[in-house]
């Protein structure tokens, strides 16, 4: 559900593994509730996951899509394919998604089965959860992609270097990436009053304020 971020693989081979040592038959579901719609539903097998780890992105696919496009339907897929538990990896559609389910529970006893959400955003903004699999390896991109940007801001004059982060109303990334690179920032949180903490806020005459949303992560980093 809702992006792809990394470990989505590793998950679904994990998954699909265990469920076939306990005697389960783990049946994947591509492209997320549209899929289940549209009938792009296969069974996993042990040697079909085996290389699955290693890629990036979502073998499964990923959309936004939540059940709440037809509920009904999604319910008589649930019953068609004797679905006896739902695994849902994604991010804050996923945690969305779940509570309509949990919702239909009272219209629909397809719904009533073990239901799990296994937080997978590189935003790492799924309410209750502290870690979700993708925010990790994200933060890691960004420190690297600072720390190359950081050597021609070292070498220049009166500029502002601007680095806009991916995360959503959710300054995760750009807040612990600024923090182990250390420079300055600002996100949804914190609104662009951030930038009134500068020390030089002459050299903010340099950003075109007017490109800047307060729905999008930045890091800032000013020359010294």
């Known amino acids: 559900m809702g992006a792809p971020a990394g470990g989505m693989n590793a998950a679904t081979r994990a998954l699909a593994r265990y469920c076939i040592q306990q005697g389960h038959t783990p049946i994947a579901v591509h492209n997320g509730f549209r899929g289940l ?27 936004r899509f939540l059940p709440s496009i037809d509920i009904g339907a999604v319910a008589s897929q649930f019953q068609k394919y004797r679905i006896d538990s739902v695994v849902i990896i994604g991010g804050f559609e ?17 719904f009533h089965i ?22 990790d390896t994200s933060l890691n991109a960004l420190v690297s992609a600072c720390d ?24 995760y990334i750009a807040t612990m990436g600024a923090l182990a690179v250390s420079i300055r920032f600002f996100s949804p949180e914190t609104r662009l009053t951030s930038f009134n903490a500068v020390n030089r806020p002459e050299q903010l005459l340099y950003i075109p ?15 010294s």
């Open 37 to 63: 719609l549209d009938d792009l539903v296969d069974e996993l097998s042990w040697l079909g996951v085996d290389a699955w780890s290693a890629r990036g992105g979502s073998e499964l696919g990923t959309n």
């Open 114 to 135: 073990p239901m799990v959400h296994l937080p997978a955003t590189i935003s790492n903004n799924v309410p209750m959860t502290e870690y979700s699999l993708g925010s």
């Open 209 to 223: 304020l007017k490109i800047l949303s307060p729905s999008i992560c930045y890091v800032a980093m000013l020359d």
């Open 94 to 110: 996923g945690f969305h998604a779940l509570l309509q389910l949990e919702e239909g529970r009272k219209h629909y006893p397809a």
């Open 148 to 171: 190359a940007i950081k050597q021609s801001a070292s070498a220049s004059r009166d500029r502002v270097f601007v680095v806009e982060t991916q995360g959503g109303r959710c300054g």
